[in-house]
């Protein structure tokens, strides 16, 4: 104390100094509770706030906070898929001697990327959150980083591992792939916690000095490079392919097999097989003569042959097929676990998705231009997903293509077919009662039930026709039912007027199995006043059909009269369009029963994606039977049009796969886009945004908006938004870590127990969505569980080594050592270990056992649920117990 001071202590804790009161710390505090517990925290004085609102409103915003780090942490992986995506163009021979064919590889590596810049992706709001705690307190020494680091370890690797493990689909199992890389990250994580307790509790106890930091920091360069080396193949015998050069070319793989069928045409038509082949052309060959993707855009030929096949499902636009194309070439790329991340935080968000969401968009658009001729039930899309039901189905055969999604299974070789024989009728207005056919195809073995009812048109009901609300069952074996109709008359003149009979599935789900509506599940019955034959013609001279219909459908209509059965032959005639070549011709027969006035004659057109001129065929109607007659127009000519001109259609398909591609992108190429994403919801794709996107993006709004002004990484190569992205976690953690530490103390828990639980899985779900999104859509499970353990160790040897380093150097000048608490951190580092040791041993128990279908994830039902069930067991023990250490419970056993 300095000379001439006259300092003197009062009775309430102030102080006397020079007669000029000072308060000391401490009293300002003792009934502020935990206010001086943050670095920037609390901004504005809560000293009459209650606790308890104060605790409520802490833990708010701290989970406000989870959010803001998640969305930030999506600017951040793009700019780091931005730098990892730099490729380098490979020259090839080709069959030209002055153009080599010139193919382009990503320059990092997967194993080098998943553990440098992806893990720090993943990762640093907990390394952050490490170092930030260390200068916070001066760098010493405290519980909340370090109890983070390992808290999130331990639910990583045993919640995580235990999700993908149950929720694979049914009958489904994931291996991982590049085992090698696993069993060194796998060794890695487990060597960097018993280090870590090495450290803690033996070499030094309670004290890290400068060598065991600068260890710890040398081990993540170690891992790096070890895993770089297990990926080439440098342990063991190289595979006899080297499957890291077909990451880089391809994500196909060459020898597989395929089935015959719809999905063997489709691969053969993108170029993945031969024609007649069973054997999948291999990746490399298949990128260098039918690749999709060069430069950016699109293979003229590949797209060409690409659309060829999905134009033969019809109801699908131009738009629908630039929206599969693009999706099935980006879903069939290798993605990384960062892909899987962001996926997850924008779904939880509420912002534009980077998987494909095209299931929705095919059925509306499908079920628009199929109204007029699929009926569907209710509003519901049935019949449209059984036209775009082979489509899925040829595009998921590939086994190592991810599935674009599922549609429902209608197999109308395995369902009854119900519908009318006719799609209309006409009955005179005196007829009372007459009969309406009902016919059945498809599968008669079984017994099914539909119910018929009739609708309001001009006709009414009560006033033209009796109402009919009946459910009409199929015996096995019936193929035909009838259904009365009465038609009421009035005696009074009226116009010719309609009404129409539905025919609908019953709402008992049991009774809708095996049963699905016909073509015709509609039909419209005309009241007129004739009961003539009537005559048979078509309704016009000429019809205009483009080459790309799939079928043209061409009316033969009864007029002045409609009574009895009559029946009418038709044949097509050979002009400028030839049958086999521009349309399949040939002859039949129609069938108009008593009161039906319209029927539809098919002739499926044959669409070569080839530019031709106009062409034409006649269809002819000859031999009416019944009482019938022809009438005027008995030949009509069908002329086959080109859709466009065929560049200007193919250079718009280009165009719109291309965009369709570029919306896909993880990253942002423009402040626009990147402002536009976050004013909008689901990116701006309003059209599948459900009611909770837009809930969650009115809760994320703020942070939206604000981490906007993020430079977008398509500046300087994606260095600029790392770095920004980076500090603005950095700002954010200091505050979670403030928002945790009042939290936990308002509480009353310790920061060590708040560290393994609140912040340890706020920081943790949105991995935890993106490995179970990798689970399910992968073929293998690396992407799930395969980069856990290399995460884990990156979070010891960058999350501790960097502060302990740090702290270790600051204190070595002040001449003072940097303690660390032994008792907590290495109880908890050492429980972990042992319970890690046991969870990676499940999972390659799972690997080689029968029991569990030889596979990491997914197998038989009870097996895999009580794997997963074990593993979450382990995580609790692991939080129970550290809990109790951090309370204390286990010190008479340390002192026994």
């Not at 070499?203 to 040398?218: D, K």
Request: net charge negative.
């Amino acid at each position: 104390m300095e000379a001439g001071l006259d300092v003197k202590a009062e009775d309430d804790g102030s102080y006397l100094i020079n007669n000029e009161t000072y308060i000391s710390k401490n009293l300002v505090y003792r009934d502020y509770e935990c206010a001086d517990r943050g670095m920037l925290l609390p901004l504005w004085s809560e000293y009459t706030w209650p606790s308890e609102l104060r605790a409520f409103l802490y833990l708010l915003g701290l989970l406000y906070c989870f959010l803001g780090v998640a969305i930030i942490a999506d600017i951040f992986m793009g700019s780091i898929e931005k730098i990892t995506s730099k490729t380098r163009k490979v020259y090839l021979t080709s069959e030209k001697e002055d153009e080599p064919e010139i193919i382009e590889v990503r320059i990092w590596s997967d194993a080098v990327a998943n553990l440098t810049l992806m893990a720090l992706g993943s990762s640093a709001p907990e390394i952050l959150l490490s170092i930030i705690e260390i200068i916070g307190l001066n760098f010493d020494s405290g519980e909340l980083g370090p109890g983070t680091i390992v808290g999130s370890a331990a639910f990583n690797l045993f919640v995580i591992s235990a999700v993908c493990v149950m929720f694979i689909p049914k009958g489904e199992i994931r291996r991982i792939k590049d085992i090698k890389v696993f069993a060194v990250t796998a060794v890695f994580s487990v060597v960097a916690y018993l280090w870590l307790l090495i450290i803690v509790v033996v070499v030094s106890p309670g004290e890290v000095e400068i060598w065991e930091a600068v260890v710890t920091l040398v081990l993540f360069p170690a891992l790096v490079l070890l895993a770089w080396l297990a990926e080439k193949n440098f342990f063991g015998v190289p595979n006899k392919t080297d499957t890291s050069k077909q990451i880089e070319l391809g994500n196909f793989q060459p020898g597989v097999a395929v089935e015959e069928g719809v999905a063997a045409r489709c691969l053969a038509c993108l170029g993945l097989r031969a024609p007649g082949s069973s054997q999948v052309v291999p990746a490399d060959k298949f990128l260098r003569e039918k690749q999709y993707f060069r430069d950016g855009r699109l293979d003229r030929e590949g797209l060409v042959a690409f659309i060829k096949e999905v134009k033969n499902y019809p109801g699908l636009t131009d738009e629908d097929a630039a929206v599969l194309a693009a999706s099935k070439l980006v879903e069939s790329q290798s993605h990384s676990r960062m892909w899987y991340r962001v996926g997850a935080v924008r779904s939880m968000t509420g912002g534009r998705k980077t998987q494909p969401q095209i299931s929705y968009k095919l059925k509306e658009r499908s079920k628009d231009r199929l109204k007029t001729l699929i009926m569907l039930e209710d509003g519901t899309n049935q019949g449209v997903d059984n036209y775009l039901h082979n489509v899925y189905n040829a595009m998921n055969e590939h086994p190592e293509a991810p599935t674009v999604g599922e549609v429902p299974k209608v197999m109308p070789h395995k369902n009854a077919i119900i519908d009318f024989h006719s799609a209309s009728c006409a009955v005179m207005e005196n007829i009372g009662k007459f009969q309406v056919s009902i016919c059945r195809s498809g599968k008669t073995d079984s017994r099914v039930s539909v119910r018929v009812e009739t609708i309001d048109g001009t006709a009414t009901v009560d006033q033209d026709y009796v109402p009919i609300n009946e459910i009409i069952t199929f015996e096995s074996g019936e193929t035909e039912k009838f259904i009365d109709v009465e038609i009421i008359n009035d005696n009074q003149w009226e116009p010719d007027e309609e009404f129409f009979l539905k025919i609908s599935l019953l709402m008992d789900q049991e009774q809708r199995e095996g049963v699905q509506l016909g073509r015709i599940s509609i039909m419209e019955i005309t009241i007129l006043n004739d009961d003539e034959p009537g005559l048979v013609m078509f309704q016009k001279r000429g019809f205009l059909v483009k080459e790309s219909i799939g079928s043209a459908v061409i009316p033969v209509v009864r007029k002045n009269g409609a009574d009895g059965e009559i029946t009418v032959k038709w044949r097509t005639i050979d002009k400028s369009a030839l049958s086999g070549r521009d349309f399949k011709g040939g002859e039949g027969e129609l069938t108009f029963k008593h009161t039906e006035t319209l029927q539809n004659i098919e002739i499926p057109i044959i669409d070569d994606m080839t530019p031709e001129k106009d062409e034409h065929f006649e269809i002819e109607l000859f031999d009416p039977e019944g009482g019938a007659k022809l009438g005027q127009i008995n030949r009509t000519a069908v002329t086959i049009t080109n859709d466009d001109d065929f560049n200007n259609v193919l250079t718009n398909m280009m165009r719109m796969t291309n965009a369709n591609v570029h919306a896909l992108q993880v990253h942002h190429e423009t402040y626009v886009s990147q402002i536009k994403d976050a004013l909008n919801v689901n990116g701006g794709d309003i059209e599948n945004a459900t009611g909770m996107d837009y809930v969650l993006h009115f809760l994320t709004f703020g942070w939206k908006i604000i981490f906007a002004l993020v430079p977008p990484p398509s500046i300087l190569g994606g260095w600029l938004c790392f770095f920004v992205s980076l500090g603005v976690i950095g700002l954010l953690t200091a505050i979670v870590g403030d928002l945790a530490s009042i939290f936990g103390c308002l509480v009353g828990l310790k920061d060590a127990v708040t560290a393994i639980t609140f912040v340890a899985l706020g920081t943790s779900l949105p991995d935890t969505f993106a490995s179970k999104t990798a689970a399910v859509q992968e073929k293998h499970a690396d992407n799930a569980i395969g980069n856990v353990t290399g995460s884990n160790s990156v979070n010891v040897f960058l999350g501790l080594g960097l502060p302990w380093f740090i702290a270790a150097v600051v204190n070595f000048v002040r001449a003072k050592p940097f303690l660390v608490a032994k008792g907590n951190l290495g109880f908890s580092v050492g429980l972990f270990t042992g319970l890690s040791v046991l969870t990676i041993g499940i999972l390659m128990a799972r690997r080689v056992l029968a029991v569990f279908g030889k596979a990491e994830l997914g197998g038989p039902p009870v097996p895999r649920y009580l794997s997963g069930a074990v593993m979450i067991c382990l995580w609790l023990i692991y939080v129970l117990f550290s809990s109790f250490q951090t309370y204390g419970y286990f010190d008479s056993v340390e002192k026994v």
